[in-house]
């Protein structure tokens, strides 16, 4: 053996980086932006504005990104749960699970969840100045059923799903049974599903799973209910548990992974009859039908998010500073733009522009402000930093590329202080 080989035996293996996966999860964070622009718009679900503008389109719309968005953010939650429990003794994880979910969770419902909340009072007919809401019985009730979550309910959700990986990782020791088998499981279920009309049969079996968590959620008594005043019910808690179940079944095996990133030549098209159908129950229909629509709904889910999942694998793999800023950037980006979309979305009140018009102008302006926020506030402070993206890191991320920069800069340039070759400049670095 070569002295260089030798070197490179003894070198510890490079730590693999999933930059399709994590540009999905960054996406679709941006994507969140003009989902709740549409709430401001839909005559189905209006937020409490005094906008009263309406397009049925943007009911489409909303409900199309629904069966989407928040299900892939769920197995992507719970793949990388796996990895990271991988690399860090189970209090490390918690910790780290901590600092980037529950401390922005906590940070924004305490700030801009909070001034969302006092605009949608005052819109509603409250009157008086903040003390005057903070007194009032309305800002008791948002505290004590949930709402103020907002669109943090999904950090709310994942949060129990981290402890849940961690206490499994506790209790069973690495040489389980139990923990091969279902390593054996996934390899078999990958086998399985590697042919396109098996993978056809196995949308089924994945819709027909969540059906039965859904029907059983709703069939415990009180299901509905908040758990503890202030949480989220039985029903809501579990209801995007499957996703998060069939992520860590994918990080446990690198075959599964492979199997549901395979790119289908039919995926396209059952996703886009999946996203123009949209199939929803309907609380007006007979159980039978009812049930039937339940599934057809999950079925479009697994259809859709298993399809965006592919299309990054095959068209994003590579990472480089565009993939990087865009992850680092994601977190502020969901955490931030609802408030903005309210806000913005109210200041088009008066004014009497074309819907699609204002739609655009309140997606853009919100998700540049939320730029501008990230840029200028939460890449530059350390405690800002802390507080809303959940990182200790201000230091490293000011010599990554800022937005400028990673999106018309070269592509190919390492950031500085980064030796051109180093590991994460651009390589691709996903399993295909």
Not at 106 to 112: D, G, S
Not at 143 to 172: C, E, K, Y
Not at 242 to 259: D, K
């Amino acid at each position: 053996m070569t002295m260089q080989a030798a070197e490179t035996a003894t070198q510890p293996e490079a730590r693999k980086h999933y930059h399709d996966i994590d540009g999905a999860r960054s996406v679709l964070m941006f994507l969140s932006v003009a989902l709740h622009a549409g709430t401001v718009y839909a005559p189905a679900r209006p937020w409490i504005t005094a906008n009263t503008a309406r397009a049925d389109f943007f009911d489409w719309l909303i409900f199309g990104f629904h069966l989407f968005v928040t299900p892939t953010f769920f197995f992507v939650g719970g793949f990388f749960a796996v990895l990271l429990l991988t690399r860090r003794t189970p209090g490390d994880f918690l910790w780290n699970r901590f600092l980037r979910s529950a401390v922005p969770l906590i940070a924004v419902a305490l700030t801009f969840n909070m001034l969302e909340h006092y605009l949608r009072w005052g819109d509603a007919g409250g009157e008086g100045s903040v003390l005057d809401w903070v007194s009032s019985p309305a800002f008791v009730s948002i505290w004590a059923d949930g709402t103020w979550q907002l669109h943090l309910w999904f950090l709310v959700s994942l949060l129990p799903m981290f402890l849940l990986a961690a206490l499994v990782q506790v209790i069973l020791p690495k040489d389980a049974r139990i923990r091969s088998l279902a390593a054996t499981l996934a390899d078999r279920f990958a086998v399985w599903i590697s042919g396109s009309l098996a993978f056809g049969f196995a949308l089924l079996v994945l819709a027909a799973g969540n059906t039965a968590n859904y029907s059983a959620a709703a069939m415990v008594p009180g299901g509905y209910d908040l758990i503890f005043p202030g949480f989220q019910s039985l029903y809501k808690l579990t209801s995007e548990f499957p996703f998060f179940v069939v992520g860590v079944m994918a990080a446990l095996s690198p075959r599964l992974l492979a199997a549901l990133f395979k790119w289908r030549a039919w995926m396209p098209f059952a996703a886009a009859a999946a996203l123009i159908i949209q199939p929803y129950p309907d609380t007006q229909q007979s159980f039978a039908v009812g049930l039937g629509m339940l599934f057809l709904n999950q079925l479009a889910i697994w259809t859709l998010v298993l399809f965006i999942l592919q299309f990054f694998h095959r068209f994003f793999s590579e990472g480089g500073p565009r993939t990087r800023w865009l992850a680092d950037c994601a977190l502020s980006m969901y955490l931030f733009h609802h408030c903005f979309v309210y806000i913005y979305g109210q200041a088009f009140t008066a004014a009497d522009w074309p819907i699609w018009i204002e739609f655009g102008l309140v997606t853009i302006g919100a998700a540049v402000t939320v730029i501008a926020i990230h840029e200028l506030l939460i890449r530059r402070f350390g405690l800002l930093r802390l507080l809303f993206n959940g990182k200790t890191d201000v230091e490293a991320v000011r010599r990554q590329p800022g937005v400028i920069a990673a999106f018309f800069g070269s592509p190919h340039s390492p950031p500085k202080g980064q030796q051109a070759g180093a590991l994460g400049s651009g390589g691709q670095l996903s399993p295909r």
